[in-house]
């Protein structure tokens, strides 16, 4: 009997210890940059992002979850900046200040693999899925728009600090997003710090 | 709870700092430059400036009283970027009279009147302004709002906007096909929402320079 009971605590034990991470949250404040043509467009950094991300163990070290986001990114140029237009044949320039805008919606699935359990967890992944842009471009009393749906891959570290005992704390994150060409669109490169909160449960 | 009390945090933290508060109206001004390569390919030596400047009218009664006010600005700055591009022996003013108003900034530039013959000159330059009454009409639906026991719309109402634009014309023409057959080489449009006087004059001002700086092809 005391062995049986001894061995009851045990798989208890083991079961509860595999089941003592199920699964992530985190909500993070993003602060991004755009690299390449994307810096080119908008070279400010912008404070304005928002992430919420889910994740599920499916063992001690490795996650599968989804990823959402919404980055706005602004800037505004000098009066002299010029485009080269071309309307019905005709060649030109046109000058003047532009308030240039960016809108990143990110909708990835993502796999994240954790070095360690307990503790401080710094951990790496990434995500794949898709992210539909918006960019706006407003000159004198005229506004150009245009939006697309391209595929999206977004590398990341980061680290999950817990604070006290809980099972909540700060969660720190450096990502690459990748989205490819899309309709009127360029590809765009960004790379983001999100600060937030984790949970793990 | 921990959640959605984050949640709110960050998304207030976004509401609150999104971008595009205040513009001033010189954010607003444009200069557009259109050109026909061809016609640069030798680019003109020599050019005669009109000196006038015509107010172009639309048949919707929606144009403003132009009364010259920012002629001088128009036709010297012109006149000093022509004579920066070709020199001062290589640029007329057109005058109907021989003492031309309002008064040119450079006196060394030859004036010719209708009395005098037609210079062999490559292009002719000619200003004018567009100035026009723009009227937006809208309509605005507000938010509905919680009232003590159900949700009170308010109804939506008619927004009407209005703002005076002007818009100064440069037209560079190659009269290097004859005199008969001028050819639009390069266009010029300075376009700006109305402001005091003084801040007309020295907009008009910049958005001249600004349309030559940007054309380099011109000589």
Redesign the interface.
């Known amino acids: 009997m005391k062995k049986l009971y001894i061995t009851i605590l045990l798989v208890i034990g083991l079961l509860s210890q595999s089941n003592a991470q199920s699964t992530y ?1 985190s ?3 993003d602060l991004t940059s755009g690299l390449g043509d994307t810096n080119d467009f908008i070279g400010n950094i912008s ?4 992430s ?1 991300e889910g994740r599920y163990f499916i063992n001690e070290k490795l996650t599968v979850g989804g990823f959402l986001a ?1 980055k ?1 990114m ?1 800037e ?1 140029t000098d ?2 900046n ?1 485009i080269d ?1 071309e ?1 019905d044949g ?8 532009q ?1 240039r ?1 960016l809108n990143i919606y990110p909708i990835l699935v993502n796999s994240h693999y954790y070095f360690k359990s307990g503790g401080v967890t710094p951990y790496a992944g990434i995500g794949i899925g898709g992210a539909y842009i918006e960019q706006q471009i407003d ?4 506004s150009i728009y245009s939006d697309s749906f391209g595929f999206s891959a977004q590398p990341e570290v980061g680290v999950f600090i817990p604070v006290g005992i809980s099972s ?1 704390g700060i969660n720190l994150a450096l990502r690459y997003l990748y989205t490819s060409q899309a309709g009127e669109l360029n590809s765009l490169s960004t790379v983001t710090l999100a600060v ?2 984790g ?1 793990l449960n | 709870m921990k959640k959605i009390f984050s949640l709110l945090f960050v998304t207030f933290f976004l509401f609150s700092c999104y971008p595009g508060g205040d513009v001033s109206v010189s954010d607003l001004d444009t200069v557009t430059t259109f050109y026909e390569s061809s016609s640069f390919n030798p680019a003109p030596n020599s050019v005669i400036i009109y000196w006038n400047v015509s107010q172009i009218l639309g048949d919707d009664g929606n144009d403003l009283p132009y009364d010259e006010e920012v002629d001088d600005e128009i036709l010297n700055t012109t006149l000093n970027k022509l004579v920066a591009l070709y020199g001062e022996s290589n640029v007329y003013i057109y005058s109907s009279s021989e003492t031309p108003s309002p008064a040119p900034s450079n006196p060394n530039v030859t004036i010719i009147t209708p009395n005098d013959a037609v210079p062999n000159v490559d292009a002719s330059l000619i200003p004018s302004i567009i100035l026009r009454e723009n009227t937006n009409v809208s309509i605005i639906y507000p938010p509905c709002l919680p009232d003590w026991w159900y949700w009170y719309c308010y109804p939506p109402y008619v927004d009407i906007s209005s703002y005076s634009s002007g818009t100064v014309v440069l037209q560079l023409m190659d009269l290097r096909q004859g005199l008969d057959n001028p050819e639009t080489a390069w266009t010029a449009y300075i376009k700006a929402v109305l402001s005091s006087q003084s801040s007309n004059s020295s907009r008009t001002v910049s958005g001249i320079n600004q349309a030559f700086n940007q054309s380099p092809y011109l000589n």
């Open positions: 949250w909500v993070n404040w404070l304005r992002g928002l919420v919404w706005t602004y505004e009066k002299d010029e237009i309307i005709n060649t030109g320039t046109i000058s003047g200040t308030r805008y000159i004198g009393l005229r909540t937030g909160f949970f």
